[in-house]
C-alpha cells in the first residue's frame, strides 16, 4: 500500500451511443498499466458519473463519445462534478471529435482529448499526469 | 465518505483519526450481509435488486464490491457499478468498488474499515459483494453476518460449486436466474447436499434478479435468520470471529514493511532453512 493511492480512474460513457469499444479498450490499457479502474457501462447521464465518482474517490475521470454529443456532454460532467463538490477531479475525453471542437472543449475545462489516431502510451501518460495532480489521498 | 476509505485503503496516518471517531451503536446494529458465487452468476445484478427492495422502507443501504487485481500490472476492472447504476444518483446509496491488490493486501482490514465508516455513516444494511474464488474473498466474507452464495444453472455442472467448499460459508443459497433450464434440478441437488448430515439444512431460495423476482422472499428469510442469530448469540459470535481476524490482519500488515526491510538488509546466505531464519529475525525484533 501507499504508493497506489493515485491509480484510481473512472471510464463512462455520457449519453446514448452504445458503442462501447473505444471506452472497454482504454479500461483495459490502464488497468494492465496498473489502474484500478471504475468501469460504469455506457448511457449514463452526466449526474451519474460524477456521483459515482465522488462515491469511488477517483483520480480522474475518462469519458468516451462517438455519437457526436460530446460538445454538451463533456462539458455537462464538468459541471456536474462541480456541483457535486468535486471540482478538483480532472475529466479527460476521448472519441470522434473534430479538430475546431478540442479546442472549444478545453477551455470547457476537459484537460485532454484523445482522438481515434492517438497512441496509447500517451494516453496511458496523460492520464498518469493527471491522477498525479491530485493532493495525496 | 469515499475519501474516508481511500485514506484507510492507502494506510494513510489520518486513517486512525477517523476510524476513532466512529459510531459504535450505528456499526453494532447494523446488519452486514456478504453476496459471493461464480462469476456470471448474477451477484451484482441480485444486489440491485436488493438495493431497490430495500430503498422502498427508506433504508440507507452501503455497498462494498471487491473485484480482483491484475497479479501482473496490479491494475483492476472494477465492473460491478454497472448493474446497479440505476441508483447512482440516489444519495443513500454508498457504494464503494475495491481491487483486492494481491493476495496479501491487507484487503479483510480495509474491507472492514469501509464497512464501518458506512454504518456509521447511517446504512443500516451493508453488502459486501464478491467473486466466490480465493483465499482473500472467502476472508471478506467472514466479515458478513449472513452470507449468501448465489449459483446459477449452466455455470457447470452442479458438483463444481461443492468441490470448492462454498456451501459451508453459506447460510442461504441462492438459485438465480431461476427461469431458465436446469434451475429446478440445481436447487434440488443443493437441497440433497445440504440436507445431509446437519440439522439445519442451509436455507434454498430462487430468484431471478433482472426481475426482481424472488426477492422480497429472499429479504424475508434475510431477516427472519438475522433475528434468530442476534437471540441465539450466533451473530455476535460471527462479529468476534471477524473483529480477530481483522486484528490478524492488521498486524501482520503493520508488521510487513519492517521486516521486509530487515530481511533485505541482512543479505542471508541462499542455503539454509528460511524457517528458522525467520524465527531468528522474529526472535530479535
Same mark, same amino acid.
Given at each position: 500500500?501507499?504508493?497506489?493511492?493515485?491509480?484510481?480512474?473512472?471510464?463512462? #460513457?455520457?449519453?446514448?451511443?452504445?458503442?462501447?469499444?473505444?471506452?472497454?479498450?482504454?479500461?483495459?490499457?490502464?488497468?494492465?498499466?496498473?489502474?484500478?479502474?471504475?468501469?460504469?457501462?455506457?448511457?449514463r447521464s452526466p449526474e451519474e458519473i460524477a456521483a459515482a465518482a465522488v462515491q469511488e474517490d477517483v483520480a480522474a475521470v475518462g469519458l468516451s463519445?462517438?455519437?457526436?454529443?460530446?460538445?454538451?456532454?463533456?462539458?455537462?460532467?464538468?459541471?456536474?462534478?462541480?456541483?457535486?463538490?468535486?471540482?478538483?477531479?480532472p475529466v479527460l475525453g476521448g472519441g470522434v471529435i473534430p479538430e475546431e471542437d478540442i479546442v472549444a472543449l478545453k477551455e470547457a475545462g476537459i484537460?485532454?482529448?484523445?482522438?481515434?489516431?492517438?497512441?496509447?502510451?500517451?494516453?496511458?501518460?496523460?492520464?498518469?499526469?493527471?491522477?498525479? #495532480?491530485?493532493?495525496?489521498? | 465518505?469515499?475519501?474516508?476509505?481511500?485514506?484507510?485503503?492507502?494506510?494513510?496516518?489520518?486513517?486512525?483519526?477517523?476510524?476513532?471517531?466512529?459510531?459504535?451503536?450505528? !456499526?453494532?446494529?447494523?446488519?452486514?450481509?456478504?453476496?459471493?458465487?461464480?462469476?456470471?452468476?448474477?451477484?451484482?445484478?441480485?444486489?440491485?435488486?436488493?438495493?431497490?427492495?430495500?430503498?422502498?422502507?427508506?433504508?440507507?443501504?452501503?455497498?462494498?464490491?471487491?473485484?480482483?487485481?491484475?497479479?501482473?500490472?496490479?491494475?483492476?476492472?472494477?465492473?460491478?457499478?454497472?448493474?446497479?447504476?440505476?441508483?447512482?444518483?440516489?444519495?443513500?446509496?454508498?457504494?464503494?468498488?475495491?481491487?483486492?491488490?494481491?493476495?496479501?493486501?491487507?484487503?479483510?482490514?480495509?474491507?472492514?474499515?469501509?464497512?464501518? !465508516?458506512?454504518?456509521?455513516?447511517?446504512?443500516?444494511?451493508?453488502?459486501?459483494?464478491?467473486?466466490?474464488?480465493?483465499?482473500?474473498?472467502?476472508?471478506?466474507?467472514?466479515?458478513?453476518?449472513?452470507?449468501?452464495?448465489?449459483?446459477?444453472?449452466?455455470?457447470?455442472?452442479?458438483?463444481?460449486?461443492?468441490?470448492?467448499?462454498?456451501?459451508?460459508?453459506?447460510?442461504?443459497?441462492?438459485?438465480?436466474?431461476?427461469?431458465?433450464?436446469?434451475?429446478?434440478?440445481?436447487?434440488?441437488?443443493?437441497?440433497?447436499?445440504?440436507?445431509?448430515?446437519?440439522?439445519?439444512?442451509?436455507?434454498?431460495?430462487?430468484?431471478?434478479?433482472?426481475?426482481?423476482?424472488?426477492?422480497?422472499?429472499?429479504?424475508?428469510?434475510?431477516?427472519?435468520?438475522?433475528?434468530?442469530?442476534?437471540?441465539?448469540?450466533?451473530?455476535?459470535?460471527?462479529?468476534?470471529?471477524?473483529?480477530?481476524?481483522?486484528?490478524?490482519?492488521?498486524?501482520?500488515?503493520?508488521?510487513?514493511?519492517?521486516?521486509?526491510?530487515?530481511?533485505?538488509?541482512?543479505?542471508?546466505?541462499?542455503?539454509?532453512?528460511?524457517?528458522?531464519?525467520?524465527?531468528?529475525?522474529?526472535?530479535?525484533?
Amino acid at each position: 500500500m501507499g504508493t497506489a493511492q493515485r491509480n484510481r480512474v473512472l471510464i463512462g #460513457k455520457p449519453g446514448l451511443d452504445g458503442h462501447d469499444r473505444g471506452a472497454k479498450f482504454i479500461a483495459q490499457a490502464l488497468r494492465d498499466a496498473g489502474f484500478e479502474v471504475v468501469y460504469t457501462g455506457i448511457r449514463r447521464s452526466p449526474e451519474e458519473i460524477a456521483a459515482a465518482a465522488v462515491q469511488e474517490d477517483v483520480a480522474a475521470v475518462g469519458l468516451s463519445s462517438l455519437s457526436g454529443a460530446h460538445m454538451r456532454l463533456f462539458p455537462a460532467v464538468v459541471e456536474a462534478l462541480k456541483k457535486a463538490g468535486a471540482p478538483d477531479i480532472p475529466v479527460l475525453g476521448g472519441g470522434v471529435i473534430p479538430e475546431e471542437d478540442i479546442v472549444a472543449l478545453k477551455e470547457a475545462g476537459i484537460v485532454e482529448i484523445f482522438t481515434p489516431g492517438t497512441p496509447i502510451d500517451t494516453i496511458i501518460s496523460a492520464y498518469r499526469a493527471a491522477c498525479e #495532480k491530485q493532493p495525496p489521498g | 465518505m469515499g475519501r474516508a476509505i481511500s485514506l484507510v485503503e492507502n494506510g494513510a496516518e489520518s486513517a486512525e483519526i477517523i476510524l476513532a471517531s466512529l459510531d459504535e451503536d450505528l !456499526i453494532s446494529q447494523a446488519t452486514i450481509l456478504g453476496i459471493t458465487g461464480p462469476p456470471g452468476a448474477g451477484k451484482s445484478t441480485l444486489t440491485n435488486g436488493i438495493i431497490s427492495q430495500l430503498r422502498q422502507s427508506r433504508k440507507r443501504i452501503g455497498i462494498v464490491a471487491v473485484d480482483p487485481s491484475s497479479p501482473i500490472s496490479g491494475g483492476a476492472i472494477l465492473g460491478d457499478r454497472i448493474r446497479m447504476m440505476q441508483h447512482a444518483t440516489d444519495q443513500d446509496v454508498v457504494m464503494r468498488s475495491m481491487a483486492t491488490r494481491g493476495r496479501l493486501g491487507g484487503l479483510c482490514a480495509t474491507a472492514g474499515a469501509a464497512v464501518r !465508516i458506512m454504518a456509521s455513516c447511517g446504512c443500516s444494511t451493508i453488502i459486501i459483494e464478491t467473486v466466490g474464488v480465493g483465499q482473500s474473498e472467502m476472508d471478506i466474507i467472514s466479515l458478513a453476518d449472513i452470507t449468501l452464495l448465489v449459483l446459477a444453472p449452466g455455470l457447470g455442472d452442479d458438483i463444481q460449486a461443492m468441490k470448492a467448499g462454498l456451501l459451508e460459508v453459506a447460510d442461504i443459497l441462492v438459485v438465480n436466474k431461476a427461469d431458465c433450464r436446469g434451475a429446478d434440478t440445481l436447487a434440488m441437488d443443493l437441497e440433497a447436499v445440504t440436507r445431509k448430515g446437519s440439522a439445519e439444512p442451509t436455507q434454498v431460495c430462487m430468484t431471478v434478479a433482472t426481475e426482481g423476482k424472488g426477492i422480497a422472499e429472499l429479504l424475508e428469510r434475510i431477516d427472519t435468520l438475522d433475528s434468530a442469530h442476534r437471540d441465539s448469540g450466533e451473530r455476535q459470535k460471527r462479529r468476534r470471529g471477524a473483529h480477530d481476524q481483522e486484528v490478524l490482519d492488521w498486524c501482520l500488515e503493520i508488521l510487513r514493511p519492517t521486516l521486509k526491510s530487515e530481511i533485505t538488509k541482512r543479505k542471508l546466505p541462499l542455503l539454509g532453512d528460511p524457517r528458522r531464519k525467520a524465527k531468528e529475525i522474529l526472535q530479535e525484533q
